[in-house]
């Protein structure tokens, strides 16, 4: 079983940066793929960015691209998310899930088996 603590989120203007992060327990951590998503309000959970479990592959939705960069040390049991050129609409709850491998690259929330509560990202114009 994994479980997982998201932190790092907050106010910031637009144009502003901000690094997530995604801290796991559990011996599986680093057999897992882990995944971001994030929910505005009014509006469904949507897939952001995904590592799978050595790191060594990445996935990003498109609307992210370039502004977002996920990564994931094993050592610290942990996965970052630095976010760059942030816009009012990325304001959303941000949360990490794990899940297999294959999980990275289906960009789908249903192969993710555990999640952790969230992180509030506010952005402001």
């Known amino acids: 079983q994994v479980q997982l603590v998201e932190s790092g989120g907050g106010l910031v203007q637009a144009g502003g940066s901000l690094r997530l992060s995604c801290a796991g327990s559990?011996?599986?951590?680093?057999?897992?793929?882990i995944g971001w998503f994030r929910q505005a309000p009014g509006k469904e959970r949507e897939f952001v960015a995904a590592?799978?479990?050595?790191?060594?592959?990445?996935n990003y939705a498109d609307i992210v691209k370039g502004r977002f960069t996920i990564s994931k040390d094993n050592a610290k049991n942990s996965v970052y998310l630095q976010i760059d050129s942030l816009k009012t609409e990325d304001t959303a709850v941000y949360y990490c899930?794990?899940?297999?491998?294959?999980?990275?690259?289906?960009?789908?929330?249903?192969?993710?088996?555990?999640w952790g509560l969230g992180t509030q990202v506010t952005v402001s114009s």
């Open positions: 590592i799978t479990s050595t790191g060594g592959r990445t």
């Open positions: 559990g011996r599986t951590f680093s057999r897992a793929a």
């Open positions: 899930a794990a899940g297999p491998d294959f999980a990275a690259v289906t960009m789908s929330f249903d192969d993710y088996d555990y």
